[in-house]
């Protein structure tokens, strides 16, 4: 059974950091690129940061460049996904999915066959 379980997620005050985790089951998933999305209300999933299947390449919003940092642990039956989030503001609030694909990272969430169900993150001012 494939399975994306986000976690880490929560309430912050501005100029704070988060750790997200994504834990990738079911499948070959140290083969496929992954990424973290994320989703505010009223507005369209849009894409944070992605990572290629061997961890050599990174990929960023410009408006988290800087400031987050993905990394990835593959391991033999599960990889771990991960998002640093550093001076955190109140437009990082939003609910964030990692995401998974087989072929190279695309900023296109329709391209990714692979969710989880997503984690809330608020920050406050």
């Known amino acids: 059974q494939v399975q994306l379980v986000e976690s880490g997620g929560g309430l912050v005050q501005a100029g704070g950091s988060l750790r997200l985790s994504c834990a990738a089951s079911g499948r070959t998933f140290n083969n496929y690129a992954m990424a973290w999305f994320r989703q505010a209300p009223g507005k369209e999933r849009e894409f944070v940061a992605a990572?290629?299947?061997?961890?050599?390449?990174?990929?960023?919003a410009d408006s988290v460049k800087g400031r987050f940092t993905v990394s990835r642990d593959n391991a033999k039956n599960t990889v771990a996904l991960y998002l640093q989030m550093n001076s955190l503001n109140p437009e990082d609030t939003a609910v964030y999915f990692c995401a998974a694909r087989t072929e190279s990272y695309s900023e296109l969430a329709s391209l990714y066959g692979y969710w989880g169900k997503g984690t809330q993150v608020t920050v406050s001012s």
């Open positions: 990572i290629s299947w061997s961890a050599s390449s990174t990929y960023y």
